[in-house]
């Protein structure tokens, strides 16, 4: 009996340990602040993910960065972190977006050892920059590839009488990773309507600007965070924007469908952060090798019955297959709750007039 529990404590304690041993620990160090909803929805599609992984913890520093940027800002950051991550030891540490990743480039061998990084939300990637840090055997990640050149032809299908199209992307660092992609596109649509390009605006003369009504004009929306005199503005501020002005709104991503823009080729933000956690998980259990980097590329087509309405431009035949959204309420939609008590009761009254009718039937032939 005595041997019996010897053995049972050995398995229990081997087993203790094992399961401690497959523990995951992992910093995820987020470019923008809580309540950034590209960022939020990016760490929401992760979570969904470690929801069914247990063994995965999670400890997230925000960087601020879209608040406060500059150098001597992320060189307090350094010995913040520095103080933060002594004592702690990770598996992983994932980068959300730009400014997160170039901080741990520049300032990797100061804060870590030998901890693999896993980028996502960039739009651009140098193996030559990670090769210069000798970072080359660390590094996997996700690229976010905005559907760029294939709108603007979209719009001009969409639109045939199309004249002028303006193109909005602030003057961000950001920014600047999708500039090379805006150039090329607007260099392909040449001669065909007139572009526009802004970077420095503000949201008020922006409003001003496509005050009226033109059926030959369109907006592509990049992005629109910073504006010229250094203010950051809120997603509910830009969508107030977006859909206020007159002409309609194409977007790239899925921050502002259903709050003003007319649609467009949009990457899901929240399964951009699905695809990342599913890779933190390969990374993890060592299914795929380092300098693993792909491109997310998954797309969804929405656009906004509302706008079509407004500015009667039709995704159809255009777009072989597209998601309507916005849609007004239906009589059903509006009387859901009536309708399901009435369908929840309606046995109970199907039984109550069948016992009525059969009341009358034996009173009937009582008589």
């Not at 995951?24 to 929401?44: E, R, T």
């Not at 369908?343 to 008589?367: A, D, M």
Request: glycine share 4%; proline share 4%.
């Amino acid at each position: 009996m005595k041997k019996l529990s010897i053995s049972l404590l050995v398995l229990l304690f081997f087993s203790t340990a094992s399961l401690f041993a497959h523990d995951k620990k992992i910093l995820i160090i987020n470019s923008y602040h809580k309540g950034f909803q590209w960022s939020d929805d990016v760490l929401s599609g992760m979570e969904a993910v470690f929801y069914n992984h247990p063994e995965i913890t999670t400890n997230i520093l925000y960087m601020d960065s879209k608040r406060i940027n500059s150098e001597a800002y992320y060189a307090k950051l350094r010995e913040l972190y520095k103080l933060q991550l002594k004592n702690h030891q990770y598996d992983l540490i994932v980068a959300v977006d730009k400014f997160a990743y170039d901080f741990l480039i520049k300032y990797y061998h100061e804060l870590f050892t030998d901890e693999p990084i896993l980028f996502t939300g960039l739009e651009q990637f140098s193996i030559e920059e990670i090769r210069k840090k000798g970072l080359e055997d660390r590094i996997y990640g996700i690229l976010e590839k905005r559907a760029i050149g294939e709108t603007i032809p979209m719009i001009a299908k969409m639109m045939p009488s199309l004249k002028k199209l303006t193109i909005i992307n602030d003057a961000s660092a950001n920014g600047d990773d999708s500039e090379p992609f805006i150039q090329e596109a607007m260099k392909e649509q040449a001669g065909r309507f007139e572009i526009e390009y802004i970077r420095k605006s503000t949201l008020s003369e922006l409003e001003e600007r496509f005050s009226k009504p033109n059926k030959e004009e369109a907006i592509f929306f990049i992005r629109f965070y910073n504006d010229k005199d250094g203010n950051l503005y809120k997603n509910s501020q830009i969508a107030h924007m977006i859909d206020n002005v007159k002409v309609p709104v194409f977007i790239t991503d899925t921050l502002f469908i259903g709050k003003g823009a007319l649609g467009g080729k949009l990457v899901p933000i929240q399964r951009l952060g699905t695809a990342t956690g599913e890779m933190v998980i390969d990374v993890l259990d060592k299914k795929i090798n380092p300098l693993h980097v792909k491109t997310f590329d998954e797309y969804l087509y929405q656009f906004d019955i509302q706008k079509i309405k407004q500015f009667e431009v039709y995704p159809n035949p255009v777009v072989p297959h597209f998601e309507l959204i916005n849609a007004p309420l239906t009589f059903f939609d509006k009387h859901r709750q009536l309708i399901d008590a009435v369908f929840l009761i309606s046995p109970f009254l199907v039984f109550l007039i069948l016992g009525l009718i059969h009341n009358i039937y034996q009173r009937i032939q009582s008589q």
